[in-house]
């Protein structure tokens, strides 16, 4: 009896060891958590993009779905509990947002001197384009990694075609519908598809957040509008809206018109540049202005993008133009399927592989592992002599040496 009990207290004391030895080991496995942390919780970590497999499928929501049937439940129990109240915030009551006005002249002035500067980088710097596809090369000679998706591409094993490409292959700014009111009459219909001005959406969003550009006039209210079950009513007398519009418009603009901004950017890009390297330097520095003026317009003024075809829309809504040609466009009748868009929506930075040397040999097909990418724009202004951006070292795998073509089946 007592040889059994002294085996039953052994057994228990072997479980309470293994027990505290399994907590002991979690816990210092959350401690050590913090002192290795993952790759993705780093802020200038970003991998290689890849692109949609599956085109047929929807592109993923910026928002979850679940906050967005939040907010709309949100909506809809103030609409029920007020069926008539004033709009206090802006941009929603037909108004604009004062500190985002200055932001939409710097970003217009900064899109106009990234072209213009990639416009001669271009002359210096060759760009090689696909025939038959979308893919771009920074580099006298097309690589040759096997992407191609064009017409036929599998008569040629995916290789490309390559051809010389300019600055609309290195940066492509999408076009959308300028709207006039972007309150009153936020859709355009399919039957106005050709009376209605396409511009850049870049443009369109600088223009709705405040920039006044003669060739797309733009409504500016000087009193909020009201909602009535949902439905936007504009009290303002229409009477004297010309003056009244005008004169509201330049006083926020402090007497900086689109003109002088154009004038001034011309006169600098006029003035001779040192060297490669500065005018490289400069319109990297455009590049990441505007990209952060976008996102912070972005946070106030609403960009819709279909979430099967590239087709995009600044304003309230989406617009009613039967024109999607994408996967499921027959059930939609030709309706784009409209959801929140992101700054790669609006401007598409065209991610191309990184050269380390544009005389070397070009990027072979069996070795496209080892290579890293990062947007034309930028790859253009680092081959000029820019530096290197902190945000796409890991990107373009710069800590990554490749084999030779003779190594690659002795690494593993």
Known sequence: MQRKSLLSQISQLNKLHFRFNRYSFSSEKTQNLPLFPDKNDDPLY???????????????????MKELIKRAKQEKELRKAQPCRLLEHPPANG??????????????QAREFLLSGLSKLVRVIPVQRCKFCSEVHIGSVGHEIRT?????SGSRSAAHVWRKGGVVDVVTFPKCFHLYDRVGKPRVVHDERHSVKRIPAVLELCIQAGIDIEKYPSKRRTKPVYSIEGRIVDFESVAGMDEIESNFFWENLDGSGTGELTRDSNSELNDEEKNLTEL???????????????KKIMEKYSVWTCGYCPEVQVGPKGHKVRMCKASKHQSRNGLHAWQEATIDDLVRPNYVWHVRNLNGPPPHNDLKRYYGKAPAAVELC????????????????????????DEVDLVA
């Open 46 to 64: 970003s991998d290689v993009p890849k692109p949609r497999t599956d085109k047929s499928e929807r592109k993923p929501y910026p928002t979850p």
């Open 382 to 405: 680092v081959q000029a002599g820019a530096p290197v951006p902190d945000q796409y070292r890991s990107m373009m795998r710069l800590d990554v040496v490749p084999p030779e073509r």
């Open 95 to 108: 108004l604009l947002v004062p500190e985002l006005v200055d932001v939409a002249h710097r970003v217009h």
């Open 280 to 294: 490289s330097i400069r319109a990297m520095d455009s590049w990441f202005e505007m990209i952060t003026g976008l």
């Open 148 to 152: 191609c998706t064009g017409p036929e």
